[in-house]
């Protein structure tokens, strides 16, 4: 796996269109996030199988659910030393999404064309990872070919400022950012939510590794 340095900092968490309340977020810690989407050959080497519905080995895992990544993640720290694996919480998969632009909460087709696989150019499958531009933090694919699970329990924004967020304590859905490659530009926006049962698995839904820096 490949990782890029996220530096700590702060940014307006939401959308005033579409999931209000806007709140100002502030990251203490900086922290790696994965440069790529989770790759089925990467999955098949910790797990030993795999169930995604668009095989190849360079294309992000899919049809993997919240529970599954928690047994990958289980499995991957059980082997490494001195470095914590987990999903990103949403605060941080929103900031690195981002990339230090407040300004456009809102995608549209011309922003994405060359920069994320969605449902105009992606003929309606997946496709390996890092074959279209990275976000200006040298980050790829945060916007389509699959979701990404969250960490957090899905809940409603309290609103007003929050540090460190990491969600409700309690739930029965888990979030999902940026969209997949059979969503509409307007899915795959930064500050879009999506949210499943943590035992859901389909083709649209993968994930991205974070390590914190301790």
Not at 66 to 75: A, S
Not at 132 to 155: H, I, R, S, T
Not at 165 to 175: D, F, L
Request: include cysteine; charged fraction near 20%; proline fraction near 7%.
């Amino acid at each position: 796996m490949e990782f890029v340095l996220i530096p700590a900092g702060e940014f307006l968490m939401g959308s005033f269109k579409n999931n209000p309340p806007v709140h100002n977020v502030k990251l203490t810690k900086p922290f790696y996030i994965g440069k790529y989407e989770v790759t089925q050959d990467q999955w098949l080497a910790v797990m030993h199988e795999n169930r995604s519905k668009f095989n190849n080995p360079k294309r992000p895992v899919e049809n993997v659910s919240w529970e599954d990544c928690q047994k990958f993640l289980m499995l991957l720290n059980a082997k490494a030393t001195g470095q914590t694996f987990s999903l990103p919480t949403e605060a941080q998969w929103e900031y690195a999404c981002r990339a230090g632009n407040d300004d456009s909460p809102d995608t549209d087709d011309a922003d994405l064309e060359t920069s994320g696989w969605y449902l105009k150019n992606a003929a309606h499958m997946t496709h390996p990872v890092g074959e279209l531009k990275p976000n200006a933090w040298g980050v790829y694919d945060m916007q389509g070919n699959v979701w990404e699970w969250c960490a957090d329990w899905f809940g409603a924004y309290e609103g007003g400022d929050e540090t460190d967020p990491t969600g409700p304590e309690t739930g029965w859905m888990r979030v999902l950012r940026g969209g997949s490659w059979c969503n509409y530009a307007t899915s795959c926006r930064c500050s879009n939510r999506g949210f499943y049962p943590p035992t859901t698995r389909n083709q649209y839904c993968g994930f991205r590794v974070v390590v914190d820096i301790h």
